[in-house]
């Protein structure tokens, strides 16, 4: 009956049913509007444009509890995916000056991502997000260099984008290059956005490649010390940041190693570092106790073990940022395997991608 009734009706019930209940007043104000709430950070999309096939922009208004962030960081955003909430990891392209406080995210669709997908095909204008505070190290220093290099591969644009839209607003008198790869001409993201800023700032110099296609670009083929010292000789005096697809993050790391000038390039990293595991001395069981897997302990991070073990829980990043594993320990101790803390307490939220068992451990999964 309740599903029969306008939408209007079915919130006021909903709010007349939540009266009876005692809540914090964020579920009150949720009911009645979800950018209302005070404590959590939400978003409205406002905008939604596709600019290339695989890709959607979104604009989004935060909520109140928003506080803004720095070029480079990323947030993490939530949406609700058939009941369930599934968290991933996306830096916002604008600058963090923008007058209107308004948010931009760019996202690649993957054919296996379950969030990206359901972002590219689903989301619209009036959608509510769930937005974090801004995390991550890969920001501009506060000091802003006088040469800058800006280096990105596809949807690796946004941090690197945002960084340069924030150097412009700020009126950096600096020597600024922005190299953009891109497969063919049809994958250029914000071509018209990177034009109008090179209009604004009389020191920057936009350069596309494309990596598929031996027309229609400055630069084609892959990232090479030939392409960087043409397009910025003056790159080993400046500081470089770069984001992108691992094989281009490993070549412009290999030539910055090879120049001795690893000091000066940033990265913002797309894949989980490479983490060591004590497997031989490991001891005790691990219970999911909602699914009722029991198995012995391998050692291993405890997403790991569960797909050994047949399990297939919800997971992002598998390196401990995007929050999508966590789940609750209900009981036992695990060692976080890049901060190497131990989580003893019981009924406490951990990720699985980077908790490691230590002894008998149950998950309520």
Not at 151 to 161: E, K, Q, Y
Request: include cysteine.
């Amino acid at each position: 009956m309740t599903a029969l009734l306008p939408r209007r009706a079915r919130r006021l019930a909903s709010l007349a049913e939540a009266l009876l209940t005692p809540h914090g007043m964020d579920r009150y104000l949720e009911l009645i509007d979800p950018m209302l709430v005070r404590r959590e950070i939400r978003g409205l999309v406002t905008a939604v444009r596709h600019q290339t096939g695989d890709t959607v922009t979104l604009t989004i208004r935060p909520s109140r509890a928003w506080r803004g962030f720095g070029a480079g960081q990323y947030v993490r955003v939530t949406v609700e995916i058939d009941g369930v909430r599934r968290t991933r990891c996306y830096s916002p392209s604008c600058s963090q000056h923008t007058r209107d406080g308004l948010l931009e995210l760019t996202i690649k669709a993957d054919p296996q991502g379950l969030v990206s997908r359901y972002l590219h095909e689903q989301a619209g204008v009036g959608t509510v997000l769930g937005l974090s505070r801004p995390d991550g190290g890969f920001t501009l220093p506060t000091r802003r260099p006088h040469r800058i290099v800006l280096i990105s591969g596809g949807s690796g644009i946004t941090p690197v984008l945002s960084m340069l839209r924030t150097l412009v607003d700020e009126g950096h008198a600096g020597e600024i290059v922005f190299l953009q790869y891109s497969n063919t001409g049809d994958d250029v993201l914000y071509r018209e956005e990177l034009a109008e800023l090179v209009a604004r700032h009389p020191g920057l110099r936009v350069v596309h490649a494309y990596t598929h296609a031996k027309t229609g670009a400055e630069l084609h083929g892959f990232f090479s010390a030939k392409q960087l010292t043409k397009v910025a000789p003056w790159y080993r005096d400046a500081e470089t940041f770069v984001c992108g697809p691992k094989p281009l993050m490993d070549s412009v790391r290999e030539l910055f190693e090879a120049d001795e000038l690893s000091e000066r390039l940033h990265t913002e990293e797309f894949t989980p570092p490479a983490l060591t595991f004590d497997t031989a001395s490991a001891e005790g069981q691990v219970r999911f106790a909602r699914s009722g897997h029991e198995f012995a302990n391998s050692g291993k991070p405890l997403l790991e073990q569960a797909e050994d073990a047949g399990l297939k829980p919800e997971h992002g990043c598998r390196m401990g940022i995007c929050f999508s594993c966590t789940q609750v320990k209900t009981s036992g101790c695990v060692r976080n395997a890049k901060t190497g803390e131990l989580s003893e307490e019981e009924n406490v939220e951990i990720q699985l991608c980077i908790s490691v068992p230590v002894g008998d451990v149950e998950i309520n999964a």
